[in-house]
């Protein structure tokens, strides 16, 4: 039923009310029976973006999700069948770290579980941050209080979905750490696993040392930190010197070898040769290799394992030894690597059990007695590899870890990628090449294992042979067991007094990289598996909607993920949206610290208006915001306003008697205008550039509210002078026109301001606007634009900026104007003898111009 018109209508309070009708009501919910009756065609399936549960909403989340929901919107009124879910990502490494800090606590896996355990308090006010202020508690104790964390972090989060007022189905929801997630993502570890994509192997591993975590390429960040060149001399055994240039001496006991590019003349004698390193006496050889770069530094530098991952490629390529000096808590190994003998272990032993910081400052000390340091270092600003999350330069050790493949060593695989990223439409364009740079780029497999807790347990065990060696191939649990944790549960065909015994078995303590689960967020919204029927309606999804900064990671590796289990793409459109900068163009961030909250940005403005602040970019787009001045949010609330009275100023109208039509040509050729306003932002839609959807839009609607409406305001009361009969037609066919044309727009507006549009329509409409039609050119009738309108808004709005530059009052009137512009449709100038109150004396045309000599029988007022 429809409700009465408020007599002041306001935009306050209106997301709490029709959030809670909206639920009540199952507006949003997706209707599986009439999906299934209408096919797979007829569904709109939109891959989420799951949120960090652990972490704060910002603004760019607002900015994309409701990018994301304009589509959906749009979609639902054209008919199709919404399935649009919401997931909380809450596994992985910013949850534990919350948790750390919230409840002063971290996690021991050596200690027994105390299921009376209370957390020292509880407050994310980061007073717990270092580890030396944390209690230490069990493993399973951690998991219980970082489930309990998330949980309460996700109804937060809800909340504020819902007043920014996504269209989201919240009966569709998941989270990346429960049961149904955990055993897709097992399940497709498995098959993986089968079919050979997924393997252990020992390699050189990017390794954080506070969080003592392996860490993948696509987690990396670059960040410029200080440093120093030192020039150090190798001795050549003949005698003489190579000198190189390093920012790593701490590095120098795990040197294998120099190297140079091989069209350096100047080292190209000693290529094949060996030199012996300072301070530790090492004999390594001198080789060449194209990615040694002539101009820097000497132009040869010394190879260490590992010392940056271009170490990596020339120790892999090489074919180089191993000498590892660093263990994973970022010290210095206590045992000298092999070749370091006599007094050099000595040396060694200085550097032992120090940290990289540390041992470099002795090294140099060192260099610096033995005269091997030639001058003092040459301070200089270098990229610095840092994990995303981490606050200390990444360090490479060798570790055994599970990778999947992912293209970087199978060409055929790469080529599939790339052909997968051509099937998909990227929005826009351009971001297509992101995908693809990063597809050829890759420098290895996928690195998934995490040495952490709270995550998707890698789903496997070890048999250990009568020594208590692990042995063998892994132990594999049958998909009908998923999800299980090796951890907490003995291995298929043993008992739990087998685990850690000789001839026995251990579990997997290692859990997945949270992409490992979110890559796989349309088989866990979709139920792969579980729910054959479902999966088969929303798969492959129409739409993955995102940041351009998760391309690399979450984009490729859903691609990955879908090609290697489906072979096929997971959705059909990715619409990529832009940053969020400051008003300096600097990408917002927490670590920036120029982050806006939107819970703030909502209650000061109303979601309508931030809806509009979003819709007003384009996909791709940067947009700038400055929190001390939100033009676009104060333009959206003035908008949403102006619909709310406006809206109530045409309904104040006595309605047309029936059978009554659109007679008068200004209301014709209104109406024919909005036909065409439909026709481009429905074409917009189409093409997911909503900006310029709300654009054609808002700005018809402004020249219906600015000059339409107080042009046909009296006839629409039905005061015009003359014969009664064409006075009740004049009437009839203004109010028609009127609500005929707010109706429209209602539903064109309805994605971008839902509240506002929502409220208008239940005046006068019953069920919601959220799921009426979409509006058709075919509704306001087959007249084309003539131009009349336009005509008489210029004229208009020519009369009230010559008022204002002669300083005269807007009631001043006016009985002779002139009006210039371009050329006119003889018919529409023409039609202007029709409107009441503009009587054209004289056109001329020349030139493509018109001038418009018109006479003003009442000049209106404002």
Avoid at 657 to 685: F, I
Wanted: aromatic share 10%.
């Amino acid at each position: 039923m429809s409700h009465a018109i408020p007599e002041k209508p306001a935009l306050e309070g209106l997301e709490t009310v029709w959030s809670s009708r909206w639920e009540q009501q199952g507006t949003y919910r997706f209707d599986r029976d009439a999906a299934l009756a209408a096919g797979s065609d007829c569904v709109y399936a939109i891959d989420t973006p799951p949120p960090t549960a652990s972490g704060s909403l910002h603004i760019g989340h607002v900015f994309s999700y409701t990018h994301m929901d304009l589509a959906a919107r749009f979609q639902r009124m054209r008919g199709q069948h919404i399935f649009y879910p919401m997931g909380w990502d809450d596994n992985g490494l910013p949850t534990e770290r919350r948790v750390q800090n919230y409840y002063g606590v971290r996690c021991d896996p050596s200690l027994p579980y105390d299921p009376d355990f209370t957390p020292p308090f509880e407050g994310g006010d980061n007073r717990s941050g270092k580890a030396a202020d944390q209690i230490p508690v069990s493993r399973r104790t951690f998991i219980e209080l970082c489930e309990k964390l998330t949980v309460e972090d996700e109804k937060q989060f809800e909340d504020l979905w819902r007043t920014l007022g996504l269209s989201v189905d919240w009966t569709q929801t998941y989270r990346t750490i429960g049961d149904d997630a955990q055993r897709a993502a097992q399940r497709a570890f498995l098959r993986n696993l089968g079919r050979g994509e997924a393997y252990r192997a020992d390699a050189p591993t990017l390794w954080d040392v506070t969080f003592r975590t392996a860490v993948a390429q696509a987690e990396l960040e670059d960040k410029e930190m200080p440093g120093a060149y030192h020039r150090v001399s190798f001795h050549r055994p003949e005698g003489g010197t190579i000198e190189i240039e390093t920012t790593r001496p701490e590095l120098l006991a795990a040197c294998v070898a120099l190297v140079a590019h091989p069209d350096d003349e100047r080292y190209q004698p000693f290529f094949g040769t060996t030199v012996r390193t300072p301070l530790f006496g090492v004999e390594v050889p001198v080789v060449a290799h194209h990615l040694a770069q002539k101009d820097k530094g000497s132009g040869i530098a010394m190879v260490c394992t590992f010392g940056d991952v271009t170490d990596v490629v020339w120790w892999r390529e090489l074919d180089l030894p191993t000498r590892p000096i660093l263990g994973k808590d970022g010290r210095i190994l206590p045992e000298a690597p092999e070749g370091i003998e006599g007094e050099a272990l000595a040396v060694y032993a200085e550097l032992a059990g120090k940290t990289v910081f540390s041992a470099k400052a002795r090294t140099v000390e060192l260099l610096r007695e033995s005269g091997d340091l030639i001058g003092e270092p040459r301070a200089i600003s270098h990229p610095v590899k840092f994990f995303e999350k981490g606050d200390k330069p990444l360090e490479i050790v060798t570790t055994r870890q599970w990778y999947i493949a992912n293209g970087a060593r199978d060409e055929g695989l790469r080529e599939r990628l790339l052909e997968r990223g051509r099937e998909v439409a990227f929005h826009p364009d351009f971001m297509r090449v992101r995908y693809e740079n990063w597809v050829g780029g890759l420098s290895g497999d996928w690195l998934i294992s995490r040495q952490r807790f709270f995550g998707v347990p890698i789903p496997v065990w070890y048999r250990l042979d009568e020594n208590g060696e692990q042995t063998g191939s892994p132990i594999v649990p049958d998909e009908s067991m998923l999800p299980v944790d090796p951890a907490s549960m003995a291995a298929p065909g043993f008992d739990e007094a087998q685990r850690g015994q000789p001839g026995g078995f251990v579990g997997e303590v290692d859990i997945m990289d949270t992409w490992a689960t979110s890559s796989l967020t349309p088989q866990i919204a979709g139920k792969w598996e579980d729910d054959p029927e479902l999966f088969g309606l929303v798969f492959p999804y129409s739409l993955r909607s995102q940041g351009q900064d998760i391309i690399r990671t979450w984009l490729f590796s859903t691609v990955l993920r879908a090609e290697l289990e489906h072979g096929t793409v997971p959705w059909t459109n990715a619409g990529v949206s832009g940053f969020i900068v400051d008003p300096d163009r600097k990408k917002m961030s927490k670590s920036k610290g120029n982050v806006v909250t939107p819970a703030a940005m909502l209650e000061t403005h109303g979601s309508d208006a931030v809806r509009y602040w979003a819709a007003s970019s384009r996909l791709g787009t940067d947009a700038a915001f400055d929190p001390q001045n939100p033009k676009q949010m104060k333009i959206g609330r003035r908008l949403a306003i102006k619909v709310l009275n406006a809206a109530k100023f045409v309904y104040s109208f006595p309605e047309a008697a029936e059978g009554a039509v659109v007679t008068d040509p200004l209301d014709r050729d209104m109406l024919a205008t909005l036909a065409d306003v439909v026709r481009q932002a429905t074409r917009a839609y189409e093409e997911y550039d909503h900006a310029r959807a709300l654009e054609v839009t808002e700005q018809f609607f402004w020249t219906f509210c600015d000059d339409y409406l107080e042009l046909v305001k009296e006839r629409a009361y039905g005061s015009t002078e003359g014969d009664e009969q064409d006075a009740a037609a004049g009437q009839a066919s203004a109010v028609i026109a009127l609500r005929r044309a707010v109706d429209v727009m209602l539903r064109l507006l309805a994605p971008v301001i839902p509240f506002a549009t929502e409220e208008v329509w239940s005046w006068t409409h019953t069920g919601s606007v959220h799921t009426a039609a979409w509006p058709t050119v075919d509704e306001l009738g087959p007249d084309s634009p003539t131009g009349l309108l336009p005509l008489v808004s210029q004229a208009l709005i020519g009369i009230r900026r010559a008022k204002t530059d002669a300083k005269a009052s807007q009631k001043t009137p006016v009985a002779r104007a002139v009006v210039a512009g371009p050329m006119l449709l003889a018919e529409a100038a023409s039609d202007l003898k029709a409107v009441g109150r503009i009587q054209v004396l004289d056109v001329v045309e020349a030139e493509g111009v018109s001038v418009l000599e018109i006479e003003l029988a009442e000049q209106p007022e404002g």
